[in-house]
């Protein structure tokens, strides 16, 4: 009966597992495949010969590449920083109990709910040169002294990194608030009638007790953040002079715009090989508790 | 007592300014929606539109966004009910297997989530090219699917295991088959587990920007997300009509969180609190 049982848990299990095998895995597979091999769109006479090497030693000898993953680790670490802390103030205010609490959970789920591509063209167009609101705000109305924020280099990847800072403070709130609200009421009072202070009680018991949580929602971010793409595509097209061409957009340009298949699926394999890592990282720490804590 | 009421005052600021931050970006933008070309550009800006509608007629007439509209919806929908399917399935399965052993697929079938799309892109277009799916609601369906699957089978095994076995061995004696207590008791009791698992599927597919850019190369098979990137003027950049598009893209997300947000929270949660 019991062996019976299990196989037909196994037969239910076939049907997703084909899929994410098909869909998931198998491409991972070929795509480090392909980054052994020359394979050009548009060209297929040249067949796809093995080059061995030659597309991650081109790759470490690209000025482009190099530059692109030096400022997505900017991007990441920025972005992520101010996410977490954002998200941290953010959870620590909703966790209390105030009026209009559900109201205020409503309104920071929006950010997070709406499509990155809007939160990009709405970012572009407050930050418009000519009539753009964030301008108006600056310099009021001297236009003559307007900046076309996307259009320099340092601004631009700045507008980007505020842009996803908006964008999914939120989630890293969630996150957070979901372990702030593990903990229980009672240490906080007991703590009062030690004579804590506020920071004390923060220091003390949120501190190490939030700690999980924080984790989970910077690796969560961080993995998040590597693979970047919507908001530079919208706002800047990577652009002024490659300042915003993060690791995921250039991967895209020279896959899909260019052709060049294997060298992009070089860059693609990098990426992949940076998340994986932080991925493993993040299953070592957390992965272990996962059923515990439900059962 | 002072103390108190300090307390009181940093909550209200904290309050308003998080409403001013989360809020009032997006209410910049799409209100601008409702304001005429001339309100648009104006300098000082005109805050409060004149609730024009003008952009909205020509979002539908010259940009014809109901194509993008319409295939969002069925991409997105689709996406959501197979996702349902097959996740409700994988869940059950995994809900009931040893705990060990489905610890150990669970992980992997998360994994599959934590990969960059570019990693899989090139492979999954090389794939629909090969077989004539480019441009078609099934060669983005089915990528959407295998990209919900793993936070909707993770849900759903949460919420499975909550059901007590008995339940179940009650109504395999009363001659029960094995679907029909799929169907008839375990699928009711987990409504609101589907539900979160549905909704976030929903938002995912809904959202996604990425792989529709790739694989919908045609304007009559795009969906919302890339329509409203790809956006083109004549001259200028049409930000009414971006605007547009934008408010009725986002109308109905921000519709799902004022009414599920307890729902979204949970779900989005489930991974950070049982870890």
Redesign the interface.
């Known amino acids: 009966m019991i062996e019976r049982d299990q196989r037909l848990y196994f037969a239910l299990l076939i049907p997703a597992s084909l899929l994410l095998l098909f869909f998931i895995v198998v491409p991972i597979g070929e795509s480090i495949f392909l980054s052994f091999h020359r394979l050009i769109i548009g060209l297929p006479q040249l067949q796809n010969p093995f080059v061995g090497l030659d597309n991650y030693r081109e790759l470490l000898l690209d000025p482009v590449a190099r530059h692109s993953f030096l400022i997505t680790c900017v991007f990441v670490a920025v972005s992520t920083f101010f996410e977490l802390l954002l998200g941290l103030s953010m959870a620590l205010l909703i966790n209390h109990r105030f009026p209009g609490r559900g109201a205020l959970r409503a309104c920071v789920l929006i950010p997070w709910a709406i499509p990155t591509v809007v939160a990009a063209q709405m970012w572009r167009f407050l930050l418009n040169d000519a009539y753009g609101m964030i301008n108006y705000i600056v310099f009021g109305s001297i236009t003559s002294s307007y900046i076309p924020w996307l259009a320099r280099p340092k601004t631009a990847l700045g507008a980007i990194i505020i842009a996803d800072i908006w964008k999914t403070s939120s989630f890293a709130a969630l996150i957070i608030l979901a372990g702030l609200q593990v903990i229980p009421e009672e240490l906080y009072q007991a703590a009062k009638v030690d004579g804590a202070r506020v920071w004390q009680r923060f220091r003390y018991i949120t501190w190490p007790l939030i700690r999980p949580a924080l984790l989970v929602a910077l690796l969560f971010r961080t993995i998040d953040a590597f693979r970047v793409f919507d908001l530079p595509f919208v706002m800047t097209q990577g652009g002024p002079a490659d300042a915003t061409n993060v690791l995921q957009l250039y991967g895209y340009k020279k896959m899909f715009v260019e052709g060049w298949m294997g060298y992009g699926s070089a860059i693609s394999v990098c990426i992949f090989v940076i998340v994986l890592i932080l991925s493993i990282t993040y299953v070592r720490m957390v992965g272990r508790n996962l059923f515990e804590a439900s059962s | 007592m002072r103390s108190e009421s300090l307390k009181k005052a940093t909550?209200f600021c904290?309050?308003i300014l998080?409403?001013i931050?989360?809020?009032g970006?997006?209410l910049?933008?799409v209100s601008?929606a409702f304001k005429t070309q001339g309100q648009?550009?104006?300098?000082?800006?005109q805050w409060l539109p004149a609730f024009s509608l003008e952009f909205f007629a020509s979002a539908f007439k010259r940009y014809r966004i109901i194509g993008y509209l319409l295939n969002s919806t069925i991409v997105a929908g689709s996406t959501t009910l197979i996702t349902m399917f097959?996740?409700t399935?994988?869940g059950?399965?995994?809900a009931?297997?040893p705990?060990q052993l489905?610890?150990s697929?669970?992980?992997g079938?998360l994994?599959?989530s934590?990969?960059?799309?570019?990693?899989?892109?090139?492979?999954?277009?090389?794939?629909l090219r090969l077989v004539g799916w480019l441009n078609t609601y099934q060669g983005l369906i089915?990528?959407y699917?295998?990209?919900t699957?793993?936070l909707s089978?993770w849900i759903l095994t949460?919420f499975f295991?909550d059901i007590p076995r008995e339940l179940e061995s009650a109504a395999l004696v009363d001659g029960c088959t094995?679907f029909g207590i799929l169907g008839r008791i375990i699928l009711p009791i987990s409504l609101p587990g589907v539900f979160t698992a549905a909704i976030l599927s929903f938002?995912y597919a809904?959202?996604e920007?990425?792989l529709a850019?790739?694989i919908m190369t045609d304007p009559s098979m795009q969906t919302?997300?890339?329509g409203?990137?790809l956006?083109q003027g004549e001259h200028t950049i049409p930000?009414g009509e971006?605007?547009a598009a934008?408010f009725i893209?986002?109308a109905p997300?921000?519709f799902?969180?004022?009414l599920f947000?307890g729902r979204?929270?949970s779900g989005?949660?489930a991974?950070?609190?049982?870890?």
Do not use: D, E, H
Not at chain 2, 40 to 45: D, G, K
């Open positions: 909550i904290g309050v998080t409403a931050f989360s809020l970006p997006f910049l933008f601008s648009l550009t104006a300098i000082p800006p097959l996740g399935l994988a059950y399965a995994l009931r297997l705990r489905a610890q697929i669970l992980i079938i994994a599959c934590m990969f960059p799309q570019i990693s899989i892109a090139g492979p999954i277009w090389r794939f089915l990528p699917v295998a990209l699957l793993p089978v949460i295991q094995r938002i809904w959202n920007f990425f850019l790739l919302m997300p890339v409203i990137a956006f930000w971006i605007a934008s893209t986002t997300l921000v799902m969180v004022l947000q979204i929270i989005l949660s991974g950070a609190v049982k870890g």
